[in-house]
């Protein structure tokens, strides 16, 4: 699989502050970018995603930006909350083809009250 | 979003044995899935792809014979993990995708595999 790099791999905000997670991907085939969240012993929920043909997507708190010239994308969470204390994980995947999905290497987020 | 049901959640066996998880898509039918494996604090690991009627398609490094998949309908995939070993205790996530659901992949909410 082609590798999608994923950081940090730890966060701590304080509540009402911004986190921020970063992304890289190598393979110029992917156009599809999800980032989804996972609390313990939980699957993976969607977030939020993104295409290639936009810089950036926001859905209330969370936005991701989007920079293909760079091949780079992150997670932007506003005011975050204690209730966002998860793991997050971006990803890339092909809209021909297989389609599986890549995933980071996750970042575990936690917000302090 | 979709609905995607995993069973069982967690389940503890004895080495040697083999346990079957099932994967549903409730509201929608799965043209694909896939099945994933995450251990403790890592990323999930594609483990083999699996498309109704067809024969799955496995990852590298994945023993067939051990991960027997099988997609008999478009709303059932089922893994079972055979003769389990220690080794195999992990959490195994299944994900559909449907068709006019565009990219998105939804997730069940996972199985806990022990293996004493």
């Known amino acids: 699989q082609q590798q999608v790099k994923q950081s940090p791999q730890s966060l701590i905000v304080q509540k009402g502050g911004i986190s921020i997670i970063n992304c890289a991907y190598e393979?110029?085939?992917?156009?599809?970018f999800p980032w989804y969240q996972q609390f313990p012993g939980k699957g993976p929920a969607l977030l939020i995603a993104?295409?290639?043909?936009?810089s950036e997507k926001k859905e209330g708190r969370f936005t991701i930006s989007f920079n293909k010239s760079a091949k780079q994308f992150s997670l932007h969470i506003m005011d975050s909350q204690p209730g966002d204390s998860a793991t997050y994980f971006c990803?890339?995947?092909?809209?021909?083809?297989?389609?599986?999905?890549?995933f980071g290497s996750g970042t575990r987020l936690q917000v302090q009250p | 979003g979709a609905v995607v049901s995993q069973h069982p959640s967690r389940v503890i066996c004895k080495s040697g044995t083999s346990v079957k998880i099932e994967c549903r898509s409730l509201?929608?039918?799965?043209?694909?899935m896939f099945w994933y494996r995450q251990f403790p604090k890592q990323s999930l690991m594609l483990m083999a792809t699996?498309?109704?009627?067809?024969?799955?398609?496995?990852e590298q490094g994945v023993e067939k014979d051990k991960f027997l998949i099988n997609h008999a309908s478009l709303t059932l995939s089922t893994l079972t993990v055979t003769s389990a070993h220690p080794e195999d205790s992990s959490f195994y996530i299944c994900?559909?995708?449907?068709?006019?659901?565009?990219?998105?992949?939804?997730f069940g909410s996972g199985t806990q595999l022990s293996v004493l």
């Open positions: 990803a890339a995947s092909m809209r021909t083809g297989r389609r599986a999905l890549t």
């Open positions: 699996s498309n109704e009627g067809s024969k799955a398609t496995y």
């Open positions: 393979n110029t085939a992917f156009d599809y």
């Open positions: 993104i295409r290639p043909d936009v």
């Open positions: 994900s559909a995708k449907g068709t006019g659901l565009d990219e998105k992949l939804f």
């Open positions: 509201d929608f039918q799965a043209t694909t």
